[in-house]
């Protein structure tokens, strides 16, 4: 038996088909994973999401201390509630997690990490922590729900404390805001608009049947996978890990170069890197001929050389196979994914393929 959420028995109930993610007992489906990626698509669906931590820094340098560990830089977060995505880097510049930090006060941030590093994340937080005198609090009491498609945030808003609804209707993307023990932030995995919920744990099955009663299609984790590749979004563990660095993994944008003084973790490394020249990108895949993407398989540039599919999936939306890979960085347009012994043609685009609902490349 895995860990398990504090949805575990509704998920049960509900008739999810229960795996192994991580560590964790996850829904992967409640029935048709492709009418649930559709449902997120077209009008609103939710997922549980609290096998995530969260995790709660405070203290008087609490933003000198993520300037050094964060590869993007906390300091751009001047207003209360806004987000930054970021990776967290070793010293070689390997990503140890991506995730996202929230701005609340000058004393307190708040982070959300992926599930299955959140050990070695808070370790590496406390490792570092404490010449800041700052708290590491893991929210274990917390539960976070995922409401996302072009009606979820109409759908879910009915649901909420009046006052806090109405905050919430106001943010910006990547904004949050609090309101006792709850937090609404405008964020997501999935390409669609909506908001991550975080609430008292005791407080959502109770959460999740009225959602589900306002019209909010309860999904599982082969759904937020297909929504998220169709997004262009990695993850963690097949897109990007502690082997490889944002410059390799389509992350460079998220390093903050400026202000040139701050020195965060695995500066050094990347900056070797940028001037050695990266030997390898992401791109996005899609397949031409008929057969499925799939993690690990070889990717051949002819006259250039070899990579390989880090994520790969078929594509409700576009209905073709589609995949992320890391390349030769002299990849240019088109190439050739081996499956099964075969060589298939791929063209070479950038994601996203898909944003709110719209198919973002050219077919």
């Known amino acids: 038996m895995g860990l398990r959420t504090p949805l575990y028995e ?23 994973q492709i009418e649930e990626h559709h449902g997120v698509r077209r009008d609103a669906g939710m997922f549980d999401v609290s096998h995530m931590c969260v995790v709660d820094l405070r203290g008087p340098r609490v933003r ?33 997690d991506d995730l996202i930090v929230y701005y609340l006060d000058d004393h307190w941030y708040r982070m959300v990490v992926n599930a299955g590093t959140r050990d070695k994340d808070i370790a590496w937080l406390r ?9 590491v609090e893991p929210r274990l009491d917390l539960a976070m729900i995922a409401v996302q498609g072009p ?46 919920i975080m609430l008292p744990a005791g407080a959502a099955a109770g ?12 999904c599982g984790l082969g759904a937020r996978d297909t929504l998220r590749l169709e997004a262009g979004m990695n993850l963690y563990g097949s897109d990007m ?34 001037a050695r020249g990266v030997p390898r990108k992401q791109v996005g895949l899609v ?11 070889k990717v051949i540039v002819p006259a250039v050389g070899e990579g390989e599919v880090t994520s790969g999936t078929f594509s409700p939306t576009l209905e073709r196979s589609i995949g ?40």
């Open 10 to 32: 509704t998920h049960a109930a509900g008739g999810a088909r229960m795996v192994d993610f991580g560590g964790w007992d996850m829904p992967v489906n409640y029935g048709s």
């Open 64 to 96: 000198d201390f993520l300037r050094l560990v964060l590869a993007n830089d906390v300091a751009k977060l001047t207003e209360p509630g806004k987000a930054l995505y970021s990776c967290m880097l070793l010293e070689n510049g390997g990503i140890i």
């Open 127 to 135: 490792q570092h922590a404490g010449a800041f005198e700052v708290s």
């Open 151 to 196: 009606n979820a945030r109409q759908k879910a808003a009915t649901l909420l404390d009046p006052a806090l609804a109405a905050r919430a209707m106001d943010l910006g993307p990547f904004f949050g805001v609090p309101a006792d023990d709850w937090f609404v932030a405008r964020t997501g995995y999935t390409g669609e608009d909506g908001w991550e």
């Open 207 to 218: 959460f999740w049947e009225r959602l589900r009663q306002a019209g909010v299609m309860p």
């Open 241 to 274: 890990d502690e082997t490889v660095s944002p410059l390799e993994s389509g992350l460079a944008w998220t390093i903050a170069w400026e202000p040139q003084d701050r020195n965060f973790i695995g500066r050094a490394a990347l900056a070797e890197q940028k």
């Open 287 to 297: 397949l031409s001929d008929r057969a499925v993407l799939r993690s690990h398989q």
């Open 324 to 363: 992320l890979a890391r390349v030769p960085s002299q990849t240019t347009d088109r190439c050739e994914v081996e499956i099964r012994g075969r060589l298939l043609a791929a063209t070479v685009v950038r994601p996203p393929f898909v944003r709110h609902g719209r198919i973002a490349i050219a077919l």
